[in-house]
């Protein structure tokens, strides 16, 4: 079987790349979207810029060098494109880092042109090594709860570290005039450089899509969950869960003295006081009107949920003056769903209300 075209296989990857890296600095001008997009063109443009390079014949120590910097800083530019993506500072120390070691690993070593193929086998090295870094970099800082197309970014940047590995090997044990440094990695992009650009492209989307999923469960003014949300909760719940219905004392008089925009700045308030009151792992709902609904999941007993009512009573609400009133109930072992805690917890409230206001009832 004869082996694949090594000039034809390193034009087509820098043609792909060149094409990725316009569309990228395209879309940046086009949507903006911060750092992300233009981060992720230019990485693609040095690296054809760097295949451009490496065409040219007796390059000399000076330019070669910069080549393998090169190659080294497409990693480098995922990574900030990444960290840029995600909100955090785009650039650290190691990951400047990178692309300079890339180079030196060469330079250390091919001084002479008798030891110029042991620096591109140390630049290779150091490439594997490099490429496995940022890898795990990206599976380890979003994990399994990361967006398909993050995770699926992960796996393709690890699936390059196998064709530096191969290659050093073949470079290491066969000597029959075939640059396989350079021909293995080539091989690799053929079958990962498309896709890994592809998942580049599909996390604006992806996540815009998630937001969009996200804003229908939930309430617009205040961020607690709608009563679609309720739902996604109630599928989620696993064990017997405790439900506080609340709502604010005289609120319709509050509307009707003072206006819409005074009862909806106190039930932002509300909101803002119960999620910081209410423990890690529960779930506030806003069920309509001035009525909330604080789910606990796995509440432990009647008297804990009394609890904490008593203490949403006391902390959630911050506006001097306004009370709020709660009726609080638990959910049974036997029962589907949330709906019979529900409505004993809203005759509770009732309760609460008939027995004078700003109180409990559970």
Not at 36 to 53: D, F, H, Q
Not at 131 to 160: C, E
Request: overall charge neutral; charged content about 15%.
């Amino acid at each position: 079987m004869p082996l694949p075209d090594a000039p034809t296989i390193h034009l087509c990857t820098l043609l792909a790349s060149a094409a990725f890296g316009a569309m990228f600095v395209a879309l940046w001008l086009i949507r903006g979207r911060g750092a992300y997009y233009l981060l992720c063109g230019a990485g693609a443009l040095i690296y054809a810029a760097t295949l451009t390079g490496l065409l040219i014949p007796d390059r000399g120590l000076l330019l070669s060098t910069l080549l393998f910097i090169g190659l080294g800083a497409y990693n480098s530019f995922l990574l900030a494109a990444v960290r840029a993506f995600e909100g955090k500072r785009v650039m650290d120390g190691w990951i400047v880092a990178l692309p300079i070691l890339s180079g030196a690993a060469f330079g250390m070593f091919a001084f002479s042109p008798e030891t110029v193929s042991m620096g591109q086998t140390a630049n290779s090295v150091f490439l594997g090594f490099s490429t496995l870094a940022v890898g795990l970099v990206l599976v380890r800082t979003r994990g399994s709860r990361a967006p398909r197309s993050r995770r699926l970014l992960a796996i393709f940047q690890l699936a390059y570290v196998p064709a530096y590995v191969i290659s050093v090997m073949l470079a290491l044990s066969i000597d029959v005039g075939i640059d396989w440094l350079a021909l293995v990695p080539l091989l690799s992009d053929q079958l990962l450089l498309g896709v890994l650009n592809i998942a580049l492209l599909a996390m604006p989307g992806e996540q815009a899509e998630a937001a969009l999923s996200e804003a229908a469960l939930k309430d617009p003014l205040t961020g607690a969950w709608n009563r679609a949300g309720l739902a996604t909760i109630e599928k989620a719940l696993r064990e017997p869960a405790g439900v506080i219905v609340f709502d604010v004392d005289h609120f319709k008089e509050i509307n009707d003295r003072h206006g819409h925009a005074a009862g909806d700045a106190i039930l932002i308030a509300l909101v803002a006081g119960a999620k910081a009151t209410l423990p890690p792992g529960s779930h506030l709902v806003r069920l309509g009107g001035d009525e909330f609904a604080a789910v606990l999941p796995g509440l432990p007993d009647i008297e804990t949920g009394r609890e904490m009512a008593e203490r949403l009573r006391k902390l959630a609400m911050p506006q001097p003056g306004c009370t709020i009133s709660l009726g609080m109930a638990r959910s049974e072992r036997s029962e589907i769903g949330l709906a019979n805690a529900l409505s004993r917890a809203d005759d509770r409230l009732y309760q609460a209300k008939s027995a004078g206001r700003n109180r409990v009832a559970a």
